[in-house]
């Protein structure tokens, strides 16, 4: 596969500001679409195109609202092949209640098929390209995820500093990673990252390119903040600080 375009349709975190819409990422290859959680961003798809054309996927790191939010706008969306919604393990009944009524629009009424899949981390699974996912750190059970697509991306947000963003960050041509905190922010047990320990985490995992995204919208509060704190606090110029509707090809 090639021509891999990433496009960040959302990088907030906690809730939509000025700054952007809470947190949403659209990867387009030439066989397939995945997107990476549904916060609010995710509506932005029917801006950019009437129809996904390919087999999509959409997978959910954890429930947070932040990253579920945008299930409400998926009667703006047309899948022509259909939408797997990806969830972690145990959380499929939970899915399926808040995709309904009184929320909103019930699955059997979307204008396309849907199916929900639970992912089990460490498992293999069965699907069309190679993935693997793991527990991050964090209040509640999140999922970090590893995909080949020809090329390595790896997604990795809502997490303090474990093991496993590591793991599936090693030799990734890509990780998408969150950048909550602020610098003066790290502490023992903190439960999102600041600039340094994301760069440090993605230093060590040998990365080739890395984007920040998921900036708490209370405490990076102007996109030019976020230029200015994570600039001077990152060892490594090159990692790309996120902002909405960046596009990032691979």
């Not at 299930?71 to 939970?94: D, M, N, Y």
């Not at 990780?175 to 502490?187: A, D, F, H, R």
């Not at 320990?197 to 903040?225: D, I, P």
Request: hydrophobic share 40%; proline share 5%; net charge negative.
């Amino acid at each position: 596969m090639s021509n891999i375009t990433c496009t960040l349709l959302g990088t907030n975190g906690w809730y939509s500001s000025e700054t952007g819409c809470t947190l949403s990422i659209l990867i387009e290859t030439t066989d397939y679409t995945i997107i990476l959680d549904a916060g609010e961003g995710i509506h932005k798809i029917a801006d950019i195109k009437d129809e996904i054309s390919t087999p999509a996927w959409l997978f959910l790191s954890h429930l947070h609202i932040d990253h579920i939010s945008g299930l409400h706008t998926l009667a703006r969306l047309s899948f022509r092949q259909g939408l797997t919604i990806c969830v972690p393990q145990g959380t499929k009944e939970l899915v399926t209640a808040f995709i309904d009524k009184p929320y909103t629009v019930p699955l059997a009424e979307l204008p396309y098929s849907v199916t929900i899949q639970e992912v089990v981390p460490e498992e293999q699974m069965l699907f069309p390209f190679p993935i693997t996912a793991g527990w991050l750190f964090h209040s509640q059970p999140v999922l970090g995820y590893r995909f080949d697509l020809g090329k390595i991306i790896t997604f990795c947000t809502d997490t303090g500093p474990c093991d496993m963003i590591g793991s599936l960050a090693q030799d990734a041509d890509l990780c998408i990673i969150e950048c909550s905190n602020l610098p003066n922010m790290e502490k023992e047990g903190a439960l999102h990252l600041t600039p340094r320990e994301a760069g440090e985490c993605t230093l060590a995992a040998r990365v080739k390119q890395v984007v920040l995204v998921h900036f708490s919208a209370n405490l990076y509060t102007t996109r030019e903040m976020r230029e200015d704190v994570v600039t001077s606090s990152l060892q490594d110029p090159d990692i790309i600080i996120g902002q909405d509707d960046m596009i990032i090809t691979l």
